[in-house]
């Protein structure tokens, strides 16, 4: 009898918790249970970010310039932050917006869209091993595409988690080790390296690789 009452018991608590989590901690606990499944044991920097509520976005719609809000009309803004874009060739960086949409991804400067992803042409989305916030995502080779992107976001696990689930391919992330590829353009790929030193930096090395130090 003590036993089944305990059953009885456990059951009744976790009925109450599941009736008593708000919608919005019901979304939170699932881009966590994402996150984990993604970067546990994978990336530096993830244990920290457990306690660390995600936030629904880190810009407002109305930080968007108003024509790049008249150039996706029609689509729902779900996130929006902040990032460093990496340019392809010489890889200067530029200071850019990220703006995730129910359907894509863009890449924004000020009041131009600078590239535009369709999450179902999405290939795959790349980050390191280490703590650095790269992110690289892979685009189609199409004439559509000027080459992969390379990013840099002060909050790349809520951002990584928020792309990979509003495009619904989790499994297309990967947490690499030493360096990986990324297209240019053309037919023409780059090499970006990883290593570990006493300061963050992002450079162009001298054999033309992006070292991410």
Do not use: W
């Not at 530096?44 to 150039?71: A, C, H």
């Not at 803004?77 to 460093?84: D, F, G, L, S």
């Amino acid at each position: 009898t003590s036993e089944m009452l305990q059953k009885i018991c456990i059951r009744n608590l976790v009925r109450k918790y599941c009736r008593g989590v708000t919608a919005e901690r019901k979304v939170q606990l699932q881009q966590k249970v994402v996150a984990s499944a993604v970067f546990r044991g994978k990336k530096e920097g993830y244990l920290q970010s457990i306690n660390q509520p995600f936030m629904d976005t880190r810009l407002k719609e109305n930080d968007i310039n108003p024509k790049v809000l008249q150039l996706i009309h029609g689509e729902k803004i779900k996130y929006v932050t902040p990032v460093i874009k990496y340019d392809r060739n010489g890889f200067k960086a530029r200071d850019r917006l990220l703006v995730l949409t129910q359907s894509s991804a863009y890449v924004v400067e000020m009041a131009k869209i600078k590239q535009k992803i369709d999450y179902a042409t999405l290939k795959g989305i790349s980050t390191s091993s280490l703590s650095d916030g790269i992110v690289v995502i892979h685009v189609p080779e199409d004439n559509k595409q000027k080459g992969d992107v390379i990013l840099q976001c002060e909050h790349i696990f809520e951002m990584i988690t928020k792309l990979c689930m509003l495009a619904n391919k989790q499994n297309v992330v990967k947490v690499v080790q030493g360096s990986l590829q990324f297209r240019i353009g053309s037919g023409k790929e780059g090499t970006m390296v990883f290593t570990v030193g006493q300061e963050p930096q992002v450079f162009k090395a001298k054999n033309g690789q992006l070292t991410v130090v």
